[in-house]
């Protein structure tokens, strides 16, 4: 098939083209400049594998959780394609594209991307089953969640695999996480899940369907504070 896959979820854009079987990846890890490199970048990735917008049979982004601007960014430019070309978008859950590779693994498997603010974006799979589901927690809101865990060793990807790792073990012993040095390309992970969506006919997002945030942002919790000092005065 011939495909784009966006991941702009944190502040890295990672972007991948696929031509049957040609494939292009490229990364950028360069700080807040999302808006200005994410148009060129994916035109340069299609033209390496021979390929035009309107060629795509469909588009697959990471729909959040993540960064703010960067999760809007990357819904602009795929429903532009889709309103201009008749493309198809289909959104992964950014922790589902991050943990796909290990949802094999005979361990539990836990994702975090750190939310900061001393929080983390999480969850946790142990085969089919569902231990934490996706969310925006602190350490110790699953501390015991995790203890509670029927397994001495826990596998932890994502970004931010290595500080969770850090943290949880200041607050709890008894367990073995495990985590790889480096992250495979998740825009891999998200070409896979979505074409095992089309196989099943899932359908693709609507134009209504927008960025999954979890937390809301930083300018609506001051809103809400203001509103709220505002009320008791």
Not at 39 to 45: D, G, L
Not at 72 to 77: C, E, G, M, P, W
Not at 166 to 183: A, D, M, P
Request: aromatic share 10%; charged share 25%; proline share 3%.
């Amino acid at each position: 098939m011939k495909a784009l896959a966006i991941d702009t979820s944190l502040t890295r854009i990672t972007i991948a083209a696929k031509n049957e079987d040609k494939t292009a990846y490229l990364t950028l890890d360069i700080g807040m400049k999302q808006s200005e490199k994410l148009i060129p970048s994916f035109e340069y990735v299609l033209s390496q594998v021979d390929l035009t917008t309107k060629e795509l049979d469909y588009t697959v982004l990471c729909k959040g959780p993540g960064s703010f601007t960067g999760l809007r960014l990357a819904f602009s430019a795929l429903k532009a394609i889709e309103l201009a070309y008749d493309v198809p978008v289909y959104g992964v859950g950014t922790l589902e594209a991050y943990s796909y590779a290990y949802s094999d693994f005979d361990i539990p498997v836990l994702c975090a991307v750190d939310a900061k603010k001393n929080r983390f974006y999480l969850s946790c799979k142990n085969g089919g089953k569902v231990i934490i589901e996706d969310g925006d927690y602190e350490i110790d809101a699953v501390k015991d969640i995790i203890n509670g865990i029927d397994s001495e060793k826990i596998f932890v990807c994502g970004s931010d695999a290595g500080l969770f790792i850090r943290r949880i073990g200041e607050v709890l012993q008894g367990k073995k996480f495990i985590c790889l040095k480096g992250t495979p390309n998740e825009t891999e992970n998200l070409f896979a899940i979505a074409e095992d969506m089309i196989a099943k006919k899932i359908p693709a997002l609507k134009d209504f369907d927008g960025p999954v945030y979890i937390r809301a942002s930083e300018a609506e919790e001051n809103l809400a504070s203001n509103s709220t000092g505002s009320a008791n005065s």
